[in-house]
């Protein structure tokens, strides 16, 4: 089969998604790491800062500035964890909820666009497949 690389296709689609989500998110006043860790919480909260930092495949040393600031702004609680008290547990708040929720339906929407000329069948397939692939 000829054709282009996977690498580089998905390479020139991973442009075309992070051009189309940057103002989107910057709506709703995110960063896409910052829409990441809420993405993590909302979908699968991560029982600590480390364990949101691997589950993010983020360096834990940059999380902190990055949880530092979503705390700031009210989109994200860190109690201590009562089984470790030097660990941190983080969990979404209220607002931190409501803004991602908002983020989200935002990029969806941007999604659905971009993939309209593909019936819901070819789009359950993408996005079922990215899914296995991603692991």
């Known amino acids: 089969m000829d054709g282009e690389d996977l690498g580089a296709l998905f390479a020139r689609m991973t442009r075309r998604l992070i051009d189309a989500e940057r103002p989107l998110l910057a709506r709703h006043d995110l960063s896409m790491w910052a829409y990441v860790a809420l993405s993590h919480l909302a979908d699968r909260p991560a029982a600590t800062q480390l364990a949101l930092a ?17 705390e700031r702004r009210r989109l994200v609680t860190r109690t201590p964890d ?4 030097r660990a941190r547990i983080v969990e979404l708040t209220a607002r931190g909820r409501k803004r991602h929720a908002a983020a989200r339906a935002d990029i969806r929407s941007m999604e659905d666009e971009l993939l309209g000329d593909l019936t819901a069948a070819q789009r359950t397939l993408l996005r079922q497949t990215l899914a296995e692939l991603a692991v």
């Open 54 to 70: 691997t589950a993010m495949n983020y360096d834990k040393t940059r999380l902190i500035a990055l949880l530092d600031d979503l």
């Open 82 to 85: 009562p089984a470790d008290r």
